[in-house]
């Protein structure tokens, strides 16, 4: 079974600054990693996925996340936020085999952008 | 892109009735779609699994005479809170998959808020 756990309930940062979301998953075998983005009381939006290929990947919104294997890591970031970045974020997680597996949820981040 | 019609956005029922909550994928086939309950300021909990034309697999805890779903069409998954009582009262997203391809995707329904009064 996989497991996400997201470090940090609440992120709150100053406008323009820099942000990182912490995100940590634990599986015995190969996964593919997701982070969503919730605004209050709506669906989620997918910022970025990792499946294969470049560690490195790049979503919407200016975001970015490095996936790091050593590390069980798939951290979000981003160099400058905007006030309109505040919203809930979660990373999730599933199985790469394929088949009907579910996203595993981490517990979300909540991100509040200071003017 | 992939998108699901989730409805209703909102419904307040008197405890003892049943809601149903309807998700569509409109430009998609969603062979599998997952049912979710989020409690406020908590992450979203796996309720259940469709796929098309069989019967859901429910998670542990979750009372499948309580919580019936219905998946019998490629675009239609349907979720029924039968007998609903306040602690029923959460927010409830869909998510669809397409058959697998080369996006893999999950796509969200826009969510529905349940309040049992």
């Known amino acids: 079974a996989q497991s996400v756990t997201q470090l940090d309930s609440q992120v709150p940062v100053f406008e323009e600054a820099p942000v990182e979301l912490r995100c940590n998953y634990s599986?015995?075998?190969?996964?593919?990693l997701f982070w969503y983005v919730q605004y209050p009381n709506q669906g989620l939006q997918l910022l970025l996925k990792y499946l294969s290929g470049s560690t490195l990947v790049k979503g919407i919104n200016g975001f970015e996340a490095e996936f790091n294997k050593s590390q069980t890591s798939f951290h979000l970031r981003k160099p400058s936020v905007h006030i309109s970045d505040t919203a809930e974020y979660f990373c999730a997680v599933t199985y790469s085999g394929g088949g009907n597996t579910p996203l595993v949820f981490g517990k979300g981040t909540r991100l509040s952008v200071i003017a | 892109g992939a998108v699901v019609s989730q409805h209703p956005s909102w419904v307040i029922c008197k405890s003892g009735t049943s809601v149903k909550i309807e998700c569509r994928s409109l430009?998609?086939?969603?062979?599998?779609m997952f049912w979710y309950r989020q409690f406020p300021k908590q992450s979203l909990m796996l309720m259940a699994t469709?796929?098309?034309?069989?019967?859901?697999?429910?998670e542990q805890g979750v009372e499948k005479d309580k919580f019936l779903i219905n998946h019998a069409s490629l675009t239609l998954s349907t979720l029924t809170v039968t007998s609903a009582h306040p602690e029923d009262s959460s927010f409830y997203i869909c998510s669809a998959r397409a058959r697998q391809g080369r996006n893999y995707g999950y796509t969200f329904g826009s969510g529905t808020r349940l309040t049992v009064v």
């Open positions: 469709s796929n098309e034309g069989s019967k859901a697999t429910y």
């Open positions: 430009d998609f086939q969603a062979t599998t």
């Open positions: 599986s015995s075998v190969s996964v593919y």
